[in-house]
C-alpha cells in the first residue's frame, strides 16, 4: 500500500527557513518522479518542484534558487528545502507521486489531477 507521510511545515518570518520531508512507504521513490505541490484557497494547486527518476529536479519560477528539491533513497524519504521565504509562500504544501509506467519526462507534462497518491499535507506560514 502506498503511502506519503509530510512533516516540517510550522510557521517563520520572512527571510526564514523551513525544510518539508515526505516519508513514502509501499513503493521506491526512486522508481518514479515525486513532486512537490502547494495551494492556497486562492488558487489552484501549483506545482513547485519536480526531480525525475534520474535526478533531474526542476522548479517553479517563483521558487528558483530559493528551494532545492531532494531525497534519500536509502530513506525512502523526499526534501524540500525553503530558503528566503516570503509571505507569498505561506500555503498548505504537499508531495505526490505518479506511480505508473511512464518515460522519464513523463511528469513535465501532468496536471496535479494526474498524480494518483497525495500526501496529507502540510501547513507552512510566512509572516512579513
Do not use: H
Amino acid at each position: 500500500q502506498v503511502r506519503l507521510v509530510e512533516s516540517g511545515g510550522g510557521s517563520v518570518q520572512a527571510g526564514g527557513s523551513l525544510s518539508l520531508s515526505c516519508a513514502a512507504s509501499g513503493y521506491s521513490i526512486s522508481s518514479y518522479c515525486m513532486t512537490w505541490f502547494r495551494q492556497t484557497p486562492e488558487k489552484e494547486r501549483e506545482r513547485v518542484a519536480i526531480v525525475l527518476r534520474d535526478g533531474t529536479t526542476t522548479y517553479a519560477d517563483s521558487v528558483k534558487g530559493r528551494f532545492t528539491i531532494s531525497r534519500d533513497n536509502a530513506k525512502n524519504t523526499l526534501y524540500l528545502q525553503m530558503n528566503s521565504l516570503k509571505p507569498e509562500d505561506s500555503a498548505m504544501y504537499y508531495c505526490a507521486a505518479f506511480i505508473a509506467p511512464s518515460s522519464l519526462y513523463a511528469c513535465y507534462a501532468l496536471s496535479w489531477r494526474q498524480y494518483n497518491y497525495w500526501g496529507q499535507g502540510t501547513q507552512v506560514t510566512v509572516s512579513s
